[in-house]
């Protein structure tokens, strides 16, 4: 990828975690931008205590993988 490339539609698997508690689903956003976003979001107001992020494809996420 290039200087001048923008990447857009980012698929993610999600775990989050908040004590003995856990979480999987998975997530698109526009921007990776966003993405960030979403888990400053998580961590300041749901206080999770960790979110562990994996890309995927659009085909796994679609699939649920």
Same mark, same amino acid.
């Given at each position: 990828m290039g200087k001048d490339c923008i990447v857009s539609d980012?698929?993610? %698997? @999600?775990? @989050?975690?908040?004590?003995?508690?856990?979480?999987? @689903?998975y997530w698109w956003e526009k921007s990776y931008?966003?993405?960030? %976003?979403? @888990?400053d979001f998580l961590y300041k107001y749901? %206080?999770?205590d960790a979110i562990?992020?994996?890309?995927?494809?659009k085909k796994d996420y679609e699939r649920g993988e």
């Amino acid at each position: 990828m290039g200087k001048d490339c923008i990447v857009s539609d980012v698929y993610y %698997k @999600v775990t @989050v975690t908040k004590g003995e508690l856990s979480s999987c @689903v998975y997530w698109w956003e526009k921007s990776y931008a966003n993405l960030l %976003k979403s @888990v400053d979001f998580l961590y300041k107001y749901a %206080k999770m205590d960790a979110i562990e992020l994996e890309i995927i494809s659009k085909k796994d996420y679609e699939r649920g993988e």
